[in-house]
């Protein structure tokens, strides 16, 4: 059992940024030697931290092996905690260059295709415009399990996720979340295609056509399997599966396609591609995008320039509930 570590005496004065920075450097690769070439020092050297971390807190920080070193539980809880301070530094000097040049930073965003294909763009053309000196970098992350991995890892700074309920109830302890607008699913066929010309379509006259559907656990694909069970019909086996939406804008606008995408997407496709909304009467549920956060993490000013123009554009995209997969 680990003996009393009292903070001024062992810990105060004798940890180091640069002993931290070795401490995470073993951890991330697993091994003192390729973190001394990862370092520039010695192996000796990086063991030599490693001990005098473990005499200072009184416990085994790795598990040293043949294949090279693992956390130990205690070590594990020291990663974490050295992780958010460095992150908080790294934030520091983010604030510190914004404080010094105005509007001026990185800001690391992840979401998925169907984010990035209609509301994640309007986002970034109001950012650039209102502030033209910050920059972005977007990840493509998978929302259905909302296990946000990077925004854990802090190697995102926020996602833009689209929730499967109303209310994040699932969504794990260490994130949080702010609902911006409610997204809907739309049918959509291209224009030349006969479908598009018709007033009315019921569910099951589509049963045989080829459909563009995303896997089966994601939001619009689950709604239209619904719509066809209710129906008493087997869900179309002529299917194309992918994320992809430059695949599906594009087949669908042969005209021998159809398929199901998020109306944020498709007002921004609708007139490039030449799609167009089938007029069917189907229940809609709502389908909320949300900015998600880690909790407790301190965002930078920049990022919150972010936030703010993704609430402004989101105010543009609230429109009212329908009970059709048509759009107005």
């Given at each position: 059992?680990?003996?009393?570590?009292?903070?001024?005496?062992?810990?105060?004065?004798?940890?180091?940024?640069?002993?931290l920075?070795?401490?995470?450097?073993?951890?991330?690769?697993?091994?003192?030697?390729?973190?001394?070439?990862?370092?520039?020092?010695?192996?000796?050297?990086?063991?030599?931290?490693?001990?005098?971390?473990?005499?200072?807190?009184?416990?085994?920080?790795?598990?040293?092996?043949?294949?090279?070193?693992?956390?130990?539980?205690?070590?594990?809880?020291?990663?974490?905690?050295?992780?958010?301070?460095?992150?908080?530094?790294?934030?520091?000097?983010?604030?510190?260059?914004?404080?010094s040049e105005?509007?001026?930073g990185?800001?690391?965003?992840?979401?998925?295709?169907?984010?990035?294909?209609?509301?994640?763009?309007?986002?970034?053309?109001?950012?650039s415009?209102?502030y033209?000196?910050?920059?972005?970098?977007?990840?493509?992350?998978?929302?259905?399990?909302?296990?946000?991995?990077?925004?854990?890892?802090?190697?995102?700074?926020?996602?833009?996720?689209?929730?499967?309920?109303?209310?994040?109830?699932?969504?794990?302890?260490?994130?949080?979340?702010?609902?911006?607008?409610?997204?809907?699913?739309?049918?959509v066929?291209?224009e030349?295609?006969?479908?598009?010309?018709l007033?009315?379509?019921?569910?099951?006259?589509?049963?045989?056509?080829?459909?563009?559907?995303?896997?089966?656990?994601?939001?619009?694909?689950?709604?239209?399997?619904?719509?066809?069970?209710?129906?008493?019909?087997?869900?179309?086996?002529?299917?194309?599966?992918?994320?992809?939406?430059?695949?599906?804008?594009n087949?669908?606008?042969?005209?021998?396609?159809?398929?199901?995408?998020?109306?944020?997407?498709?007002?921004?496709?609708?007139?490039?591609?030449?799609?167009?909304?089938?007029?069917?009467?189907l229940p809609?549920?709502?389908?909320?995008?949300?900015?998600?956060?880690?909790?407790?993490?301190i965002?930078?000013?920049?990022?919150?320039?972010?936030?703010?123009c993704?609430?402004?554009?989101?105010?543009?995209?609230?429109k009212?509930?329908?009970?059709?997969?048509g759009?107005a």
């Amino acid at each position: 059992m680990a003996s009393h570590i009292h903070w001024e005496r062992n810990i105060g004065r004798r940890f180091q940024l640069r002993e931290l920075h070795v401490f995470f450097t073993v951890a991330d690769r697993g091994s003192m030697a390729k973190a001394a070439v990862e370092l520039g020092i010695t192996q000796p050297s990086v063991s030599a931290v490693i001990a005098s971390l473990e005499t200072s807190l009184g416990v085994r920080l790795f598990d040293r092996g043949p294949g090279g070193v693992e956390p130990t539980p205690f070590g594990r809880a020291l990663l974490t905690r050295v992780q958010a301070a460095f992150d908080e530094l790294r934030q520091g000097v983010k604030d510190i260059e914004f404080l010094s040049e105005a509007n001026t930073g990185e800001v690391k965003v992840g979401c998925p295709e169907s984010v990035a294909a209609g509301f994640l763009p309007a986002v970034i053309n109001l950012l650039s415009q209102q502030y033209p000196r910050v920059s972005l970098v977007v990840a493509s992350v998978d929302t259905p399990t909302l296990d946000f991995r990077e925004l854990a890892e802090r190697k995102l700074d926020l996602v833009l996720a689209r929730l499967a309920t109303p209310e994040p109830k699932n969504l794990p302890a260490d994130y949080a979340a702010e609902i911006l607008f409610d997204d809907q699913f739309c049918i959509v066929a291209g224009e030349r295609s006969p479908w598009g010309r018709l007033r009315k379509i019921d569910i099951a006259d589509l049963a045989e056509e080829p459909w563009i559907v995303t896997p089966p656990d994601t939001p619009g694909t689950s709604w239209i399997a619904d719509a066809f069970r209710a129906r008493g019909v087997e869900f179309p086996k002529r299917c194309i599966t992918t994320y992809s939406a430059h695949i599906r804008n594009n087949l669908i606008a042969t005209g021998r396609f159809v398929g199901t995408m998020p109306e944020s997407a498709f007002d921004l496709a609708a007139g490039r591609f030449g799609l167009k909304a089938l007029p069917l009467e189907l229940p809609v549920p709502r389908w909320p995008i949300a900015v998600v956060t880690l909790r407790n993490r301190i965002l930078s000013p920049v990022v919150n320039l972010c936030l703010e123009c993704a609430r402004t554009v989101a105010k543009t995209k609230v429109k009212p509930n329908r009970r059709h997969g048509g759009v107005a």
